[in-house]
């Protein structure tokens, strides 16, 4: 088991070591406590749900998250926002200057749970990353949207076994 730590340990800080997957929202809410944060419960593929704390109250109608599938990085550490704890991230796209944020759209017949990866990256992920190692914020600099709206990681498309994760409308954009 040491050793198994150690070569992960030594990995690159590649897309592979982030466990993206297919979530489904079953239930959201507004923040008690926070104007531009909702409380959504994900579905992803685990026995209960997750709880899930996003600042998107401010660019997506609470309406147009509700069962819908969705992004959902699930190996960050767990945080405390505003009295509730936070069991992932979703994954939205973004402009330069965050004035439009849309979130990404998981292809129809993706299955809640499933990895969302790339063909080059497929190595198992951390079950948890360090967030003293910065690898989230390592690999998220490579994570954009190409011309075809279509999300990448340093030119690889993230996918599902359904198909590839897209933008709505934002060509370009940083993944966050």
Known sequence: KQWYQRRVALRPGDISRIDIRVGKIVNIEPHPDADSLYVEKIDVGEA?????????????????????LVAVVCNLKPANMRG???QGMLLCASDKDHTTVEVLIVPEGSKPGERITS????????????????????VQTDLT????LEV?????LLRTSAGPLVAPSLVNAAIR
């Open 84 to 86: 509730i704890k936070s």
């Open 152 to 156: 990448t990681y340093k030119g690889e």
């Open 48 to 68: 209960e749900p997750r709880t899930v704390i996003s600042g998107l109250r401010k660019f997506v109608p609470q309406d147009k998250l509700d069962g819908a």
């Open 145 to 148: 949207t190409n011309a075809g």
């Open 119 to 138: 063909d080059m990256f497929t190595d198992p992920p951390d079950s948890q990353l360090n967030p003293k190692k910065k690898i989230f914020e390592k």
